[in-house]
């Protein structure tokens, strides 16, 4: 009997491609209003350079680490706002998609 592996949605499964086309498709939602975002469009700039040079295992061990504290800092987020029911919380998470 086989096991199933197990999910565990801190490791990161993705590609570095994917990372990459993620960081591209970022770019091309902030490269139609580049004023406005020009700050953050250097930003994702170095990001998707950083990955470029990042030999796979770390990125594994960096990008992990960064989904872990994205998912404990969405919570955090999300119980810190004031008058917000947590349903109403993640609604708009799930609609920022």
Do not use: H
């Amino acid at each position: 009997m086989s096991k199933k592996p197990t999910f565990n949605p801190d490791k990161l499964v993705l590609s570095k491609p994917e990372i990459l086309e993620f960081c591209d498709r970022v770019l091309k939602k902030w490269n139609k209003n580049p004023t406005k975002n020009s700050q953050n469009i250097l930003a994702m700039t170095a990001v998707k350079t950083s990955i470029l040079w990042t030999d796979d295992e770390s990125l594994k061990a960096i990008w992990s680490e960064i989904l872990a504290w994205t998912f404990e800092l969405l919570y955090e987020n999300a119980m810190a706002q004031e008058g917000e029911e947590w349903g109403n919380v993640r609604k708009k998470l799930k609609n920022k998609k």
